[in-house]
């Protein structure tokens, strides 16, 4: 079935630095989505992405769709404190059967 | 402009019993997804849903497992005679018509089996 190869799986990072991570997949998306997941609670909706090379930025976020339609990547400037927590990037099926599939995640931590 | 609802946050069932997952999506949201996660996981899709209808139920267990949203009401995800393996973190998501893509999760509802 269709995959999402995500990485790195974890980052251990010191607070200020820059963060990159990406997703890959061997099939075509449409919609590629990125989530930060916190312990305890429900994904929540930072970037969605629909063209591919389109470039969105929300405040340090930075999110670009591939123009291979085929992988995406999350940049996180100056991180801080708060960005701890899982980032999960899905996408979402040429075939338009809304079905979204999510990547295993990255484990975002800062050192003190 | 409440998002999404799901209760309970916490359950505690035997092996056996049954579980009852509520979800009450978005407002003017008419498509629900049902996810489960297990500890250090990702999200598995199980079940895709509109008013009344179930779309896509690929990744729903053939047996003991059963997901509805009737006209009015919630979307109930219903797990029959549960075993320990059953226990995970089930979310549910909905999306607004005319971005099907955009998916909004609520908080989620933590089964724990005895």
């Known amino acids: 079935g269709q995959q999402l190869n995500q990485s790195p799986q974890s980052m251990f990072i010191q607070e200020g630095e820059d963060v990159s991570m990406n997703c890959t997949s061997s099939?075509?998306?449409?919609?590629w989505l990125w989530y930060k997941q916190d312990p305890g609670e429900g994904p929540v909706l930072l970037i969605a992405?629909?063209?591919?090379?389109e470039l969105t930025s929300n405040g340090r976020l930075t999110a670009q769709f591939g123009i291979t339609r085929k992988d995406s990547f999350l940049n996180i400037s100056a991180s801080i404190p708060s960005d701890v927590g899982i980032y999960f990037c899905?996408?979402?099926?040429?075939?338009?059967?809304?079905?979204?599939?999510f990547g295993k995640g990255t484990r975002l931590h800062i050192l003190p | 402009n409440a998002g999404v609802m799901q209760n309970p946050r916490h359950l505690v069932r035997r092996r056996g019993q049954e579980a009852r997952l509520r979800c009450s999506p978005m407002?003017?949201?008419?498509?629900v997804y049902w996810y489960r996660q297990l500890p250090e996981e990702g999200l598995k899709f199980m079940v895709y849903?509109?008013?009344?209808?179930?779309?896509?139920e690929s990744g729903m267990p053939k047996e003991r497992f059963s997901a509805e949203f009737p006209k009015e009401g919630p979307s109930i995800l219903r797990i029959q005679q549960v075993v320990r393996g059953d226990s995970a973190a089930y979310f549910c998501?909905?999306?607004?018509?005319?971005?099907?893509?955009?998916?909004?999760f609520g908080p989620g509802t933590r089964l724990t089996v005895t």
């Open positions: 998501a909905s999306s607004p018509v005319d971005s099907p893509g955009e998916q909004y």
């Open positions: 099939s075509i998306f449409n919609t």
């Open positions: 992405l629909y063209k591919a090379g």
């Open positions: 899905a996408g979402r099926t040429m075939n338009r059967d809304d079905k979204i599939i």
């Open positions: 407002k003017g949201h008419s498509h």
């Open positions: 849903l509109q008013k009344e209808n179930i779309i896509d």
